[in-house]
Structure formats: structure tokens, C-alpha cells
């Protein structure tokens, strides 16, 4: 029986073989040149984008073609250094002989499916990232922005990527399911949770690893010492910013007691001018705000006396994705982090820091699990391969077997109690029986 995109998948795995043997300075050469390409092709970007899902340039330009570039860069920088090859020392005793090196290898063909809502930014870094590693990728675009896939797909060639390491999917609902039946090594998605439940159970069943990066109901939390100003108008943008489409918008914010009505009376200012976001100002228990993610501009106001009980608000819902808090107290910020089980916490700001190109980013529980950006965004994108080398003859371990010689069990005591014996008497007596273990070894 045939699977889904059979043809694609075989073109690309041709294609990915030659593409993972270039150079690194060969591969990096069309990420620069698709960064300059992001420039060159503004207009057309953002017009594409507008069109699609109603986003003008002036919000399309710092959310998603700034971060895309400067993703670029960050690789174009680090790449090379994040992939070499890794010399592994500290060996124990018992593997004397041996020299150790772990590789980064490409999974093979990554299947990336993409979201709409900030297209470039959140298809682009994983395509990069996946390429850069020297993978293969399959790219399903959203059926909703299919302008910018045209766009997006023109640049990857104009960049110079070869033909079949990035294939354009069908940008339909149907493709994406059918991506979970493909001959893919890896998947990366990005969307909601209840589309992530689905693709896992299916990915899960057929042992086909991957990175999901779902939806969010974070929460900010407004402490005593905090700017209240500052936090008022950064809830607003939160919960606001491109129409409340955002995974990590500001969904709930937690404010403490001593500023509780001096935040309300601003937040309750804003309100009366603006139409961009609604305020839900202190709802009961059992309001889905308290616990659903959502993709419209709204933000629920709830008071806290302790951050133990601001902690108990946070943890009404099982979406953790990243937090925010505002307070002049870095150290205490510090502690909250430590308490919060988010992937990422901004001090004194929302969602804008998050896609640092050096930092990574994902989620937890219902907001999935993987990373991208960074490190270990690109690190994600391959597999650790470790190739030993040992040389002489000493093997002890295959002679205990093969020849059952107990010799070979007291040169491994003799290392052993060496090694991790609470004295250092027993560990000088273990040295001497390692050695002479070692001198009648193989004399059998």
C-alpha cells in the first residue's frame, strides 16, 4: 500500500543525502542569502500576508520579519559550531583504549506543518532550522494563508535551497492528517491543542517523533512593587496584539492585593476608549477563562493576596506556555520562575522577548512539548550519534563471558572498589588487585 506523498518523500530523500554531505559553509550560503531575500522582498511578503489574514505591515514587520531575519543570522553564526562533531572525554578506567565522538545527525525528512497566524516567523525558523541540519523538509502550508505560502515557497528557491530538499504540500485541512501517515522521520506543528492531541496519538502509534507547539492561556502576574502602569498597558497589548491571535497572549493576569484597585482603575480606563480586547474583571470559579485557551482578544483580572495563592490561579489550567510577571524585584521574579512550570518567563514585558533567536521556545503539558529557536531548537532537528573507537586488545568484559575467567571479574572489583571505595585504603587495595588481576589476565 502506498502512503501519502510517497513520491515527494522519495525525491526527498535522495536530495537530503546529498544535501547532508555539503560543507556546512555550503549549507549555511542559502540562509544568508534567504535573510537578504526577506529585505529585498518586503513588499510582497507583507502584502501577501495582509491579504490573507488582515495584518498590515506596520505589525507584520517587527512580529514576523525582524525575528525571522535575526533567526537567520543566529544561525548563519552558530551552526556550525552547535553541529561539529564532539569530542567526548572522562572516560571511566574500564573503556581505557577508547576514543569517543558524538555527531549531530539529520533526522532524514522533516514534515513541518504550518500555522497562519505569524506565518514567516513561525514556519520560517523551523524550515531554517530543519535545512540547516541537513535535513529534507515537507512543508504543508495553512490553508488559510495560501498567498503567503506562494511567497514564502519563491524565496526558499530564490535563496538557493536544491530542488526537492524543501517540497510545498498541499495547503489543504485534508494534507495535514495525511503528513501523520507519511514516511516522515520527524514533525514538527505548530497549531492548536485539540489538532496536536490528534496528530500525536497518531505520530505516538507509529513511533514517529516530534515537536507540537500549541495553544496557551498565559497568565502575567502584577506583584506589589510592580510599575502598574506599565502592566496595565502591557496586559492590554497581550491580550490585543494581532487581534488576540496569538498562542502566548496574555489570557489571565494575577494581581496582588495592594495594587489590585489601582490596576483595575486604569485597566477600567482603558477599556472605556479601547474596542480591541474585552476585560473580564474577576469571574468565578468555574468561567472557562480561568482554564481554556482561546484565540480571541480577551484577558480575565483576578486579585491575589499571596504568591502562593497566585500560584494556585496559575495552575487552574493546564496550558503552560510562558508567564509574565511585573515587579521592581528581580530576585523575587527569580523565585517565581523557579516555582512556574513554563517554558519561558518575561520580567517587566510580554510576549516580544519570547522570539529571541538565541532562546528556545515551547510548551508544556496541554501547550505541547519540543522547542524551537536556539540551541536546542536546531539541536532538535538531529539525532546524537555516538562513534567509539578502541584500540589494543584489553577486553575484559568479553573475556568473563567467552571464556568465563574469573581473572576478568577481579580486574573489574580491583577498578571498581578503586574507583568508588568510601577510603582511600580500600581504594589503594583495589588498585592492587586491579593490577594483579591485570598481569595474570589472558595467562589462563
Known amino acids: 500500500m502506498t502512503t501519502p506523498f510517497h513520491a515527494e518523500i522519495a525525491a526527498a530523500r535522495l536530495a537530503q543525502i546529498r544535501w547532508a554531505k555539503l560543507p556546512?559553509?555550503?549549507?549555511?550560503?542559502?540562509?544568508?542569502?534567504?535573510?537578504?531575500?526577506?529585505?529585498?522582498?518586503?513588499s510582497d511578503i507583507t502584502t501577501a500576508i495582509d491579504a490573507d489574514?488582515?495584518?498590515p505591515?506596520?505589525?507584520?514587520?517587527?512580529?514576523?520579519a525582524l525575528p525571522t531575519a535575526d533567526a537567520a543570522r543566529f544561525l548563519e553564526r552558530h551552526a556550525a559550531r552547535l553541529?561539529?562533531?564532539?569530542?567526548?572525554?572522562?572516560?571511566?578506567?574500564w573503556l581505557m583504549g577508547c576514543t569517543d565522538v558524538v555527531h549531530r545527525r539529520p533526522w532524514g525528512v522533516v514534515a513541518v506543518i504550518g500555522t497562519w497566524n505569524y506565518p514567516l516567523f513561525l514556519n520560517a525558523v523551523p524550515v531554517l532550522h530543519a535545512l540547516t541540519a541537513g535535513n529534507a523538509v515537507l512543508w504543508k502550508p495553512s490553508e488559510v494563508a495560501p498567498r503567503f505560502a506562494e511567497v514564502f515557497a519563491g524565496l526558499?528557491?530564490?535563496?538557493?535551497?536544491?530542488?526537492?530538499?524543501?517540497?510545498?504540500?498541499?495547503?489543504?485541512?485534508?494534507?495535514?492528517?495525511?503528513?501523520?501517515?507519511a514516511e516522515v522521520d520527524f514533525v514538527h506543528f505548530t497549531g492548536s491543542e485539540p489538532v496536536g492531541r490528534q496528530l500525536a496519538k497518531r505520530l505516538g502509534e507509529r513511533l514517529v517523533p516530534s515537536a507540537l507547539e500549541l495553544s496557551g492561556c498565559d497568565a502575567m502576574f502584577v506583584l506589589a512593587d510592580a510599575n502598574v502602569e506599565l502592566a496595565a498597558r502591557a496586559a492590554w497589548y497581550g491580550a490585543s496584539v494581532n487581534r488576540g491571535r496569538t498562542c502566548m497572549a496574555t489570557r489571565r493576569v494575577f494581581v496582588q492585593r495592594a495594587v489590585w484597585e489601582k490596576f483595575i482603575t486604569l485597566v477600567g480606563g482603558e477599556a472605556k476608549v479601547r474596542t480591541d480586547a474585552t476585560l473580564i474583571l474577576n469571574p468565578p470559579p468555574d468561567h472557562p477563562c480561568r482554564r481554556e485557551s482561546t484565540f480571541t482578544p480577551q484577558f480575565a483580572v483576578m486579585p491575589f493576596d499571596t504568591l502562593d495563592d497566585a500560584l494556585a490561579l496559575h495552575a487552574e489550567s493546564p496550558f503552560l506556555l510562558t508567564a509574565s510577571v511585573f515587579t521592581r524585584n528581580t530576585r523575587e521574579a527569580d523565585a517565581l520562575a523557579a516555582r512556574l512550570p513554563v517554558v519561558a518567563m518575561t520580567v517587566n514585558d510580554v510576549i516580544a522577548p519570547a522570539a529571541h533567536p538565541g532562546t528556545p521556545f515551547g510548551g508544556r503539558r496541554?501547550?505541547?512539548?519540543?522547542?524551537?529557536?536556539?540551541?536546542?531548537?536546531?539541536l532538535q532537528m538531529t539525532v546524537p550519534q555516538v562513534v567509539t573507537v578502541r584500540s589494543g586488545t584489553f577486553r575484559p568484559h568479553v573475556e568473563s563471558v567467552l571464556a568465563n575467567d574469573p581473572v576478568a571479574g577481579e580486574v573489574s572489583e580491583g577498578m571498581l572498589r578503586m574507583a568508588h571505595a568510601r577510603t582511600l585504603g580500600a581504594r589503594w587495595r583495589g588498585l592492587k588487585q586491579m593490577v594483579r588481576g591485570m598481569m595474570k589476565f589472558g595467562k589462563k
Request: hydrophobic share 40%.
Open 83 to 93: 553541529l561539529k562533531p564532539r569530542r567526548v572525554g572522562g572516560r571511566p578506567m
Open 57 to 64: 505591515p506596520h505589525e507584520v514587520i517587527p512580529s514576523d
Open 366 to 378: 496541554a501547550s505541547g512539548w519540543g522547542v524551537t529557536q536556539g540551541d536546542e531548537g536546531l
Open 53 to 55: 489574514v488582515t495584518r
Open 24 to 42: 556546512m559553509v555550503e549549507r549555511l550560503r542559502p540562509v544568508g542569502e534567504f535573510r537578504r531575500l526577506l529585505v529585498d522582498r518586503l
Open 156 to 181: 526558499i528557491r530564490e535563496a538557493g535551497f536544491p530542488q526537492d530538499v524543501f517540497t510545498v504540500l498541499p495547503a489543504t485541512r485534508e494534507a495535514g492528517p495525511m503528513v501523520a501517515e
